[in-house]
């Protein structure tokens, strides 16, 4: 995804609170944090450029150090989209806000467990390194809107967790090569119903 020079000066923002913050509070690991660029951001951007037309509200969900949550709010900072990171450690949370106002990008920040936060009929909900994907099936059935669309980040195993995920519901899936690992995708996800 191509980046105005303002959306690139805020991500230089954010990596620098990231490599501040993180060795105190493992946002990330310490490995990753050398390449947080590619890795975290970079990787977060493709999420963002996924974003269906006409999109008013986007969750992600267990944020973390705010991939891809806070990158897409920055990212995405001129659509008219509102974005809700869900949080429940109150240390990231506290990061989350930081980033946020450092940015001077407005995101919500909400530092509860997921399945605790009252329905969020999103148009567009987020999640990555978080869950299998029937797990995350279960957080969307409660939190995304009828029309709307989950896009989650997973590894090389993808196939096997929609495959398993299947036993027990219905719903369209898209799988988009991530562009920052061969073997990983995006899944795009619609259309959900138990079986």
């Known amino acids: 995804m191509n980046v105005s020079r303002e959306t690139e000066d805020k ?6 609170l990231l490599q501040k913050w ?7 690991s310490p490995t990753s944090l050398k390449d947080a660029a590619r890795r975290h951001f970079d990787d977060s ?7 269906p037309d006409g999109a008013r509200t986007w969750v992600d969900l267990g944020s973390g150090g705010g991939f891809p949550g806070a990158v897409v709010a920055i990212a995405l900072e001129n659509k008219e989209l509102k974005v809700t990171l869900i949080e429940s450690d109150q240390r990231k949370a506290t990061f989350l806000r930081t ?4 940015t001077n990008v407005p995101f919500n920040v ?10 969020m009929e999103c148009d567009v909900l987020s ?17 995304l809107g009828a029309q709307g669309t989950a896009l989650f980040m997973k590894g090389g195993t993808w ?17 988009h090569t991530s562009v920052t690992h061969p073997d990983a995708a995006v899944l795009e996800i619609g259309g959900l119903s138990r079986v």
Request: hydrophobic residues 45%.
């Open 45 to 51: 951007l493709q999420v963002a450029s996924l974003c």
């Open 110 to 119: 909400i530092a509860h467990r997921i399945e605790d936060v009252p329905a």
């Open 22 to 28: 993180s060795p105190k509070i493992n946002l990330v």
């Open 99 to 102: 980033v946020s106002r450092e």
């Open 11 to 16: 991500l230089k923002i954010y990596l620098a």
């Open 127 to 143: 999640a990555r390194a978080l869950a299998p994907l029937d797990d995350l099936l279960a957080f969307t059935e409660l939190h």
């Open 159 to 175: 196939q096997t967790e929609v495959d398993d995920a299947q036993k027990k519901w219905r719903f369209t899936c898209e799988a």
